[in-house]
């Protein structure tokens, strides 16, 4: 078991996700062009920094889908591959948001890089408002569609939302609201809850979500519920009064969020973030490159609950290489 990655992991891949589908890795995360979709595989964790980017998508010229591709996430369901990501049709920002929607992206072929993929389109929600950072899981029996949405009757830029799925593209039923920005390390430069990732242990279902502006107020809050309760109640559902992972001024790592969780070759559970190691950040911090992808070994207590830790500090370029190379 690796206790130590390398730090950075892959260097400027913000909102990075880790798939393990049968004996392979797969890794998709925005690029800092945020034009198009990448997409990486592996036999192992470690070979994926080293292993080439296939560009499966790229954005249109114009349309819905042709500015600002954010956030994607590869997913195998009923043995089809789908992506999510978010697109705006254009760089404006409107009544003090980006104007995204969601979008899916399916392969029916054995291998996603190679595979012809087909647009689906939208992801229809009952709000038609600024949208992204969708994730899915099964759960239950049932298959499950969870993101981040702008009410615009509740403050803030956004909340999570959840429903079931009809097909990996189409949402089932009404979703409901889970969270939305309501403590201060929330709200810090924006009122965000957005990002979420999901886990199981034990007796309980975790989601995991981003809150507060991408700078280095950006960190980690955590829902939970016991995997026998109905998701779609969210009374439920609990939130810790506190974040669970954030900046480490004493480690140099700055607004670690954005997270994915996945397994080492091992089965351990693995953490999966992004976070800058500088604070001075010229104009929004959006444009800013370098909210590296990251990886840390993800723990848990005696009571079942997820121990997130604290942000590694970059290793030095020495135990970097070594730790790529297997030494």
């Not at 929607?101 to 996603?112: I, K, N, W």
């Not at 089932?172 to 201060?184: F, H």
């Not at 800058?276 to 005696?302: C, F, M, Q, S, V």
């Amino acid at each position: 078991m690796i206790t130590q990655w390398p730090n950075p992991f892959i260097e400027q891949r913000a909102d990075p996700f880790i798939l393990r589908h049968q004996d392979r890795y797969y890794f998709i995360a925005s690029v800092p062009e945020y034009d198009r979709l990448e997409l990486r595989c592996a036999s192992t964790i470690l070979d994926l920094v080293q292993a080439e980017a296939t560009v499966i998508w790229r954005k249109p010229d114009v349309g819905p889908q042709s500015a600002l591709i954010w956030a994607p996430e590869i997913h195998h369901i009923n043995g089809q591959w789908v992506i999510y990501f978010a697109a705006a049709p254009s760089r404006e920002i409107k009544e003090g948001l980006f104007q995204h929607r969601m979008y899916a992206l399916t392969c029916d072929d054995a291998d996603p890089l190679s595979g012809r993929w087909e647009d689906r389109g939208r992801i229809q929600t009952p709000l038609n408002s600024f949208s992204l950072d969708a994730t899915t899981f099964h759960h239950q029996g049932r298959q499950w569609y969870l993101w981040a949405q702008k009410d615009p009757a509740i403050p803030g830029n956004s909340n999570l939302y959840l429903a079931e799925l009809e097909n990996p593209w189409t949402l089932k039923g009404r979703p409901v609201m889970l969270s939305r920005p309501e403590y201060e390390w929330e709200c810090a430069g924006f009122s965000v809850n957005e990002g979420p990732a999901v886990i199981r242990h034990g007796q309980r279902l975790f989601v995991s979500y981003s809150a507060s502006a991408t700078d280095e107020n950006y960190c980690l809050g955590l829902l939970w519920i016991d995997i026998n309760d109905d998701p779609l109640q969210p009374a439920h559902w609990n939130k810790s009064a506190r974040p669970v992972f954030t900046t480490s001024w004493e480690n140099r790592q700055y607004g670690p969020g954005h997270n994915s969780f996945t397994v080492d070759e091992a089965g351990n559970d693995l953490l999966v973030y992004h976070a800058r190691n500088y604070t001075e950040i010229e104009g929004d911090p959006l444009w800013d490159p370098n909210r590296h992808t990251r990886i840390k070994t993800l723990r848990w207590d005696a009571s079942g609950m997820p121990d997130f830790g604290i942000p590694p500090a970059d290793t030095s370029a020495e135990l970097h290489q070594r730790a790529v190379n297997g030494e």
